[in-house]
């Protein structure tokens, strides 16, 4: 009867834990399905929210790196959303196409160029690794 019982509370406590995990955030803000809060997916993206005061503001988002996203709208004076933008590249005859990020991060701090490796030039040489001319 022990063992059952132990058994038991092993297992509710796991349970609760790995549905701990996939709680959505209480931010009234976030769109229904959303597992972060926005501070950590605006700093994933090196966003902030802009300066002016901002109306019906809704977000969804991911800041891990593999599936890393961010949907978010507001509104806001036409002078506030165009200075954000282009505070941020973008183009504002085509404001739906923000600039690409010349690579991407790993562990949010080492930036990874798309055709440069992973790894410093010490390892291609120590492991003998061949690169493909085409990609660097």
């Given at each position: 009867m022990r063992t059952r019982l132990t058994a038991a509370a092993v297992g509710a406590a796991l349970a609760l834990t790995l549905t701990g995990c996939a709680f959505e955030v209480s931010d009234p803000r976030a769109y229904p399905g959303t597992y972060e809060d926005l501070d950590p997916v605006l700093d994933s993206f090196r966003l902030?929210?802009?300066?002016?005061?901002?109306?019906?503001?809704?977000?969804?988002?991911?800041?891990?790196?593999?599936?890393?996203?961010?949907?978010?709208r507001f509104e806001a004076p036409t002078a506030c959303v165009e200075s954000y933008l282009t505070a941020h590249g973008v183009d504002?005859?085509?404001?739906?196409?923000?600039?690409?990020?010349?690579?991407?991060?790993?562990?949010?701090?080492?930036?990874?160029?798309?055709?440069?490796?992973?790894?410093?030039?010490?390892?291609?040489?120590?492991?003998?690794?061949?690169?493909?001319?085409?990609r660097t």
């Open positions: 902030t929210l802009p300066s002016c005061e901002v109306a019906d503001l809704r977000y969804t988002g991911r800041s891990k790196e593999w599936g890393r996203h961010l949907y978010l504002l005859a085509h404001p739906r196409h923000w600039p690409d990020e010349p690579g991407f991060t790993v562990d949010g701090e080492q930036v990874l160029s798309p055709t440069a490796p992973p790894f410093p030039d010490e390892a291609v040489e120590k492991f003998g690794l061949k690169l493909d001319p085409r």
